[in-house]
């Protein structure tokens, strides 16, 4: 905690802010200079807010030192942090591993056909959603436990791994048993009661970045469920909203890099959501792996145009496997290589 | 549905979309200019993604017509909406009703002084978290259901109503019965579980804009509540996420008449969380009155120095009193009144 | 300046930050924690970058202590500058002037009949533009020096004070003759080439904030004006660019008591731009005076739907003149009143 | 043109919308639909605002057909344009352009040493400042005339071309001699008095994306220049404002693709700006060539840590030397390569 006082602040007002400092158990390094006098308080608690000292007499500004964030920090655990799913790796390595698959389970016939589309171009996670998350009521909302059936079939019947997004607690018992990654939406970043059933639970989770989250606020909700006892944690870039309305989001790229120099966790990206628009799902995809992801979440449906939700941003099956081709060339560029679907 | 055809779009073009339209149950108006081909589809159904057509050759634009929200429309019931609690009526007179109250219930003393405090300024409702959501999980969360208890016997001590916060729909069966308000947080506010869960309570719900929520993206959320036949709902303004530091949030006052437009349903006005500075909060809530919200939602606290939460925004209670005079004459200025509480 | 090292930042790395800011002509405070060290900096030179420091190896944060604003700051003058125009003040007392007129000058007829009727209501500037920044080349530009003319024929024809728009340091020849007050438009508020020129004129600037700009952005081109010797300014508030569709700007109205702790500079509000649409233009001036506005730009045309730029916000005379009423009694609810106008 | 007009609005207010748009020009289609009534309006004026329809009775929304921007938007030009500057080609062909040099010339010995540095490590044009833009009056504004003679001397020497930027139509004549590309600051994007200028100027110019500049805002700033018959235009993409802080801006490369499809202006990505921190940069770079860029803008300075401006965001020589290398990689596996320098 660092608090610098104002040019001129009566010495009263800089021993006001040291007694409070002192009331919760600070110990306080004072320097004075010509101007301004500022103390450094080193403390027992980190749940205050800087900002009730900004706002004591005399005060000019006050910072927090420790991040808010403990668990998730790089200096808790320098080395980073490798999520392994029977065998699939997600960070630590040299492997990108790309999940792909429709924003929803719509029938046995569409998972089929796209399990084994995503499989033949080498992805090694199918995403398909059974609870959907929609803005509008009458939007359709998922097929739920059928969905789920059907999901993890698809993916056994060609070696994939399973992630698909969980919005309430209560859907938690009927997940379990058919996924292996669960995803918590944009929308539900801060629902911390969430968070908190999903620390206590012994699966990855995949976090995706809210649309108004900063990236310290990311940090923070990895750190409910790390505190929670669950270290499996993946974060997700997929786009923050800004003023450009020529994309659904403005997919924020340096977040990857900057999320891997704060945080020992691995970093996804997800062109789909980050852009919203079929056409530019695959420059974005070919800059997430230039720029460093580690993994890659894409949205693929065997028919597009026919799809309950988020057609206009699922590549159709050719397009997927153009796309990874390229994705291949580009990962062996930045020396490393897309993690071999079993059956590519 | 209106879609554009591009200049020099082949015949064949436009008759995939006019396809596409029929197939989707649309009848079809045709207008051919100079330039471009215009078609405008009048149909069924609602749950489609006008980017779905943007994306097809030839096309320039496509745009729905019909609002995705219709039961918050103002176009479905003219009148304003009056919501009604025990005779406190939010909506549809010439009343302003003020909530405040501490952010987080934190003890018995506490809240029966903050209630007594609240009620002698002359607000109606007594607000307190039990349930906290906070960025960090090592921050106070809330007392749980000893807090509802403490909470509802301070404000029947004075007469006041209640309002709380719910995060989760596991914490509904607790709270109804101390609630009058359920409150929905700006985190939540596409947390579309506990939307449900609420459209099918008979309780008023406040449900606060998401800190990257659009207007219509609250009021798509609003639906949710609607179409679930809970018609008591009231749309809360808390300030958005934006590139200014100098405020927590950019509290958007022109919400406040945007909304009476677009929808029936009474607005609050939360200056607290709208600019997260205790020395803000009186300004921002003499424009909130000013620009003719409807209730106020306002942070405060016996002793904001010592608050567990939201400190920094919470007045003190001769700063609430204070406030309390000042709405009272721009009320009057503005052709409305606040409404007196039992105790003032 | 504060620079935090990291936890167990090797003694070498604390050396070699010490060792820079002594050669920049630091004086070092050194505080050595538990956790962290803190060295404070108290030194000549603002002119260095924080994050030269945050890019060193072992530093965890570096902190500029002193306002990178100085003329501008309250703390350089306590007291409230007031802007005086031929005994029209602008700041400091308990008068809040209005101005209004059309966004542009279009012909004799429009702007005598606008300035009759801008009068008529009580306010004391008139607005209009002559040299008009369009986002589109081919949108109206503006009458330039015949504009001028005729804007200050028929402000002296009914006793007001003109103000218009510099765009480029080569107008201002041509409009010092006319123009009362000098405008500096949101796109050119970082516009230093054209803020320089105008620091060197002894006339007043209103100075209205960037789209993007942050209230430190704004106070830091103030500096420009205030540095090169023209005291004369006035802050304008006139929304930011956000997310939100439903209006044009954002207005961000507790800018206006955030400025004003910050500097003793008057304030301006501008609900015309701030919103973008006419039926918004009232509350939103009306909020504008209860939040604590000095003066209020409004754009008002004798017929706007004839209007060649800004149409959709600009009142019709009717409005305006009933606005003015509703002005005044909020005025009086928050201790102010609206400056008379001479014929009003 | 298209209006939709609300449900039930009464044929009177469609007939005012109708005599309105024929009024200016427009020959209307008129669609009349169980619900809503549409009108297609094809006019020979652009220069409307659909808002000003949009307020009128009785009318729901209105959309303008053409987009705003004409000689920009590749449908006038399918062909991608080709900025030739003496046999170093932008866009068109599979050569990708490096830019690279500090953010400021600050001494001969200084621009000497970066000019030898940047070609031996294979880039085409050299960049520095001799006008400089910054936030502060107190910040190093640049060595002006005599900057731009060092400038020129540096890159002749290494067979360079030369990118500088203009900051106001005055400095033009000083420049014109010395410099192969004027660049446009994000902060000059709609100083339109200077777009007319450079409008007028046969050397190509460099447009810089504003802070708060959508795309279609940035076209239509582009449209200045090419209205005015400067058709040598090079957009660049350089970051935006957003509610994040970890970076200095939020670099939205989907902007990238975006501008290609709607224009046939060549595209320059700027990681340097678009980061603000050195150790982003490389990483953008590179996510650059992958998502498409024609061109790269890289802030290079011998000594970053001496560096008068920019430093924090300027990498070493030897970063820079590096980069290249890894650029070429990424080059050849999108299928380009970088242009390669006269001495690498």
Known sequence: MLVVMQEGAPEQQTQAVIDRLVSLGFTIHRSTGVRHTILGGVGPRDDFDPLDFELMPGVKEAHRIVS?????????QPEGTVVDINGVRIGGG???????????????????????????????????????PRSSPYAFQGLAGEGLKLLRAAADAHGLLVISEVMDSSQLDLMLPYVDILQVGARNMQNFSLLKELGAVRKPVLLKRG??????????SAEYLLSGGNYQVLLCERGIRTFETATRNTMDLSAVPVLQKLSHLPVVADPSHGTGRRDLVAPMARASVAVGAQALLIEMHPDPTAALSDGPQ?????????????????????????APGREA
């Open 68 to 76: 808010p964030y403990k668990l998730a920090n790089r200096t808790f």
């Open 211 to 220: 649309l108004a989250a900063t990236l310290e606020d990311l940090l923070l």
């Open 314 to 338: 699922s590549l159709f099956p050719q397009q997927f496997a153009e796309l990874m081709d390229q994705l291949r060339l580009i990962a062996q560029a930045v020396g490393m290589r897309i």
């Open 94 to 132: 040299d492997e990108i591993v790309v999940m792909a698959g429709p924003c929803s389970v719509e029938s046995e016939a569409q998972i089929m056909t796209a399990a084994a589309q995503v499989a033949a171009s080498g992805a090694r996670v199918l995403r398909g959603g059974a609870f959907k």
